[in-house]
């Protein structure tokens, strides 16, 4: 999410400057957004501690007494209505236990707030990387969504 929303400009560093980071689209796969709002829902995961993957993140930091670090590794952060970024889709089970369901639905917002085309599929059931995800029908969703904004 975050090099596809940021494309070649900030937060890009100086490592990565010679490589083109801009795409057609975006497919998210259950992926986290703001990680200061994991721990707001059920899950099998600890999100704050510096010793958590979110923590882990921001620099092995407690990540509720680092929002200056939350703020700049969510890719809403990035987005803004004069700010080019490709279309995207994000898909997500609602019964995800690792990463919650609201965190697509953080990004689907924050994207169609900045115009941006955003599409979100919700998986009924399904959990974090789960069955449902590797599916023919899944699978023809993704595959739909990229060659409609190809631009080979």
């Not at 609201?102 to 979100?120: D, P, R, T, W, Y």
Request: hydrophobic share 35%.
């Amino acid at each position: 999410m975050m090099a596809g929303i940021t494309g070649n400009g900030a937060p890009d560093t100086d490592d990565y400057g010679g490589y083109n980071c801009e795409v057609n689209s975006i497919v998210n796969y259950y992926g986290p957004v703001d990680v200061a709002k994991m721990s707001d829902n059920p899950s099998v995961l600890e999100h704050s501690s510096a010793d958590s993957p979110e923590g882990y993140l921001l620099g092995r930091v407690p990540v509720l007494e680092n929002m200056e670090l939350v703020k700049a590794a969510n890719p809403v952060t990035y987005l803004s209505t004069d700010r080019e970024c490709p279309p995207v889709l994000t898909i997500h089970g609602d019964s995800d236990m690792v990463v919650p369901f609201e965190q697509g639905i953080i990004i689907h917002e924050a994207l169609v707030n900045a115009g941006k085309h955003s599409e979100i599929y919700k998986l009924l059931g399904a959990g974090h990387g789960t069955e449902e995800f590797w599916t023919d029908e899944t699978f023809d969703v993704v595959e739909g969504f990229i060659r409609k904004y190809d631009k080979n």
